[in-house]
């Protein structure tokens, strides 16, 4: 004898939400508990609700994006910088370096936290799934 099982159907889950949420780095279901649990470790399960995350697939996506981001807003004003006011290399190293990493640092997990968002929003990689 078989059984079957029936499989529930995805909740609604909006997708604006879960984004913004991941990028304050909270819980996409609950929007209460701490997504990461050290700078790009996603926890397990959401300490508020108990929501699985465990399911996430971010692998580079996150980096990815960072540098499209950073690469867009610096480039631009790095150029702008030049032109008006014609620092010395050395200080246009310094400067463009520093915010480079400082910028990336900052959205790094940010990002992370809103490509985890999505896959939870549309199911992907087991999200949703029974069980």
Same mark, same amino acid.
């Given at each position: $004898?078989? %059984?079957? !099982? @029936? %499989?529930?159907?995805? %909740?609604?889950?909006? $997708? @604006?939400? *879960?984004?913004?949420?991941?990028?304050?780095? &909270?819980?996409?279901?609950?929007?209460?508990?701490? #997504?990461?649990?050290? =700078?790009?470790?996603?926890?397990?399960?959401?300490? *508020?609700?108990?929501?699985?995350?465990?399911?996430?697939?971010?692998?580079?996506?996150?980096? !990815?994006? +960072? &540098?499209? &981001?950073?690469?867009?807003?610096?480039?631009?004003? #790095? &150029?702008?910088?030049? +032109?008006?006011?014609?620092? /010395? *290399? #050395?200080?246009?190293?310094?400067?463009?370096?520093? /915010?480079?990493?400082?910028? /990336?640092? =900052?959205?790094?997990?940010?990002?992370?936290?809103?490509?985890?968002?999505?896959?939870?929003? @549309?199911?992907?990689?087991?999200?949703? %799934?029974?069980?």
């Amino acid at each position: $004898m078989t %059984q079957s !099982y @029936k %499989q529930t159907p995805l %909740q609604d889950r909006e $997708m @604006k939400n *879960a984004m913004l949420r991941g990028f304050k780095r &909270i819980c996409p279901n609950c929007g209460e508990g701490d #997504m990461f649990d050290s =700078y790009l470790h996603v926890v397990d399960r959401c300490p *508020a609700c108990a929501e699985d995350l465990s399911q996430h697939r971010a692998d580079d996506g996150p980096a !990815y994006l +960072t &540098i499209l &981001i950073v690469g867009h807003l610096l480039a631009p004003l #790095m &150029i702008w910088v030049f +032109t008006e006011f014609r620092p /010395s *290399a #050395m200080t246009m190293a310094i400067l463009f370096s520093v /915010s480079t990493v400082a910028l /990336s640092l =900052y959205l790094l997990p940010r990002l992370k936290g809103v490509v985890v968002g999505i896959q939870w929003s @549309k199911g992907m990689h087991g999200f949703g %799934q029974p069980g």
